[in-house]
């Protein structure tokens, strides 16, 4: 977590095995309320980029990655976003 201009930021990594639901991930990054949000994740159909601005959600597929990454800047950082993002990891 970081705080500067204004502005927060936050952001988690997680290992490969950690796998998202695209659906509920999908439903996830819609609902997020914030400037920018840059994400990457593997999903159960596959690897995805994300790219937010406070109007729009951009998604492509992607080859491959490392690890699912997400960092979120916003005005102010909901303290549920964690628990948000952690439902959507398969099990």
């Given at each position: 977590m970081n705080e500067g201009e204004g502005f927060c930021s936050v952001g988690w990594r997680f290992s490969p095995d950690k796998v998202f639901n695209r659906e509920k991930l999908f439903l996830f990054l819609t609902g997020v309320l914030a400037e920018r949000i840059?994400?990457?994740?593997?999903?159960?159909?596959?690897?995805?980029?994300?790219?937010?601005?406070s109007d729009a959600?951009?998604?492509?597929?992607?080859?491959d990655c490392f690890e699912s990454?997400?960092?979120?800047?916003?005005?102010?950082?909901?303290?549920?976003?964690?628990?948000?993002?952690l439902e959507c990891i398969e099990l």
């Open positions: 840059k994400a990457v994740f593997i999903t159960n159909v596959g690897v995805f980029g994300y790219n937010a601005t959600l951009n998604e492509f597929a992607l080859d990454r997400i960092e979120i800047i916003s005005e102010s950082i909901d303290d549920s976003l964690e628990i948000q993002l």
